[in-house]
């Protein structure tokens, strides 16, 4: 059987702007979780892991902890861990990953 975690640190095997599923970094005692670029996107996002806050990732790779966060409606870094990994299990589950 395939191991979800095995998939996300294969994952993270890739450059950040080719990878497909969110992943988390910390600086300066602040940690978010980087949600992967969609094909229309400039640019990705970075989730603070427990506050509906987020920042453009080039913000977050340039200046860490003083990025300048938004707040966002609905979403969190562990929010988008949690689905992301949900996902996963059940594209295992369907066979999708072998």
Known sequence: MI????IFAADRQHPPRERSLP???TRDGVTVVIEPK?????DMRAFRSEAREYCAYADWAEN????RFFGHIDTCGDDLIRKSRTLV???IADGHWS
């Open 38 to 42: 969609p094909h229309w996107a400039n």
């Open 23 to 25: 992943w988390p970094e």
């Open 64 to 67: 860490g902890a003083r990025s």
């Open 89 to 91: 299990a059940c594209e």
């Open 3 to 6: 191991d979800i975690d095995a």
